[in-house]
């Protein structure tokens, strides 16, 4: 399956399907989960990377259990928006995912999300540094998504 623009995946999915947005880093791999009416984003889960395999598996459980019809995958792009060696290593994580299961994946400017999201953590919820370690990862995944889902609601509203 090819990889979309946030605009175009709409389309792919069929009635009740959710999103699921993944933040890729290099030590985990932060999971969250639309509504199936594609409006609001939740914490689903965060990985541990091990194996891509295992890490894969662990993914596509979660795809088959929650009904998702397409992915939202963070692209790690710089300031400046180019990309960098973490989009690369993106790309490869989506191409391999892409020959286990064959599912859409929209990417996402993901810039700025974990900062944005430890700074609610610190400012706004005066969370513990051990605490926001166990959350930060999944919250920057349903940031990303949240994103994405906006962006769709404003295109619906938009035709």
Partial sequence: MA?????????????GEKLMGLDLGSKTIGLALSDTLLSIASPLETIQRTKFTKDALRIEELIRIHEVGALVMGMPLNMDGTEGPRCQSTRDFITNFQHRLDIPIALWDER????????????????????????????????????????????????
Avoid at 3 to 15: E, M, S
Avoid at 125 to 151: N, P, S, W
């Fill in 112 to 159: 700025l999300s974990t900062s944005a999201v430890e700074r609610m953590l610190v400012n706004d919820v005066d969370m513990t540094r051990k605490r926001r370690g166990e959350v930060i990862d999944k919250l920057a995944a349903t940031y990303i998504l949240q994103g994405a889902l906006d962006a769709l609601a404003y295109q619906k509203r938009d035709t």
């Fill in 3 to 15: 990889i979309f623009n946030i605009n175009a995946l709409q389309g792919t999915l069929r009635r």
